[in-house]
């Protein structure tokens, strides 16, 4: 009951108008924040549960939210020139309530990573009403994008939770990936907690690896709330 409560407040805060500041690399511009939300959750609703079949709260039947969708989450959003979501993901502070270190613990061998410069990785989603080409673009700009902002807001790490399938593309992409403990059977899937290392050296290294893509999309930056 309290989760529901918490979602219904949480709705009734971002159904307000309120803006959010979307950065491309030569202009700035405003758009409702709303928009580039819904956007987002309508899409994690489209992948995560309707594709993927994952058991998570739907809100509305039409918005993928959980309870890590809080104060404290940010989010990284790309979006075409008409507005329409093409790929996100939502970066967590490791030093408080986050997916690996409050549920998947037992995926590390040891203690997960935690730290003020150290965020986790999740729901990085890419839409599904896009093609194939478009989703590789998509997956190469938020990549690039999720460097950068570490870059930009002294952040030396990324930590996640992946099936071992998507980990070993990760961990090709050109960046320093590694696993944090063995794969774990969790359903039908088996999945790895990994650790990313932001480096300066980082955008040259995803260059390297052909993902390196800064322009194309524009590119939403966003926090729920203060408590960053």
């Not at 989760?3 to 309120?18: G, N, P, S, T, Y």
Request: charged share 25%; with cysteine.
């Amino acid at each position: 009951m309290a989760h529901i409560l918490a979602l219904m407040l949480l709705w009734a805060r971002i159904d307000r108008k309120e803006t959010v500041m979307f950065t491309e690399p030569v202009q700035t511009t405003r758009m409702d924040e709303s928009t580039a939300l819904k956007a987002m959750w309508r899409a994690r609703k489209e992948v995560f549960v309707d594709l993927l079949g994952w058991d998570l709260p739907v809100l509305a039947g039409e918005f993928e939210i959980d309870q890590f969708d809080d104060p404290f989450a940010y989010y990284l959003v790309l979006l075409a020139t008409n507005g329409d979501h093409r790929a996100s993901t939502r970066l967590l502070p490791t030093d408080r309530a986050h997916l690996l270190g409050d549920l998947y613990s037992h995926l590390c061998t040891g203690a997960p990573p935690r730290g003020p410069s150290i965020r986790e990785i999740t729901r990085f989603c890419l839409d599904r009403h896009q093609r194939s080409s478009e989703r590789r673009h998509a997956r190469n700009r938020l990549v690039t994008a999720l460097v950068h902002h570490a870059l930009d807001n002294a952040i030396t790490a990324y930590t996640g939770v992946a099936e071992v399938s998507w980990f070993e593309k990760i961990r090709q992409f050109g960046w320093q990936c590694e696993a944090l403990g063995p794969p774990v059977r969790h359903g039908s899937s088996w999945l790895t907690a990994l650790h990313i290392l932001i480096e300066p050296e980082t955008p040259a290294k995803l260059q390297m690896g052909g993902i390196y893509e800064p322009e194309g999309l524009t590119l939403a930056v966003t926090a729920m709330g203060a408590g960053r």
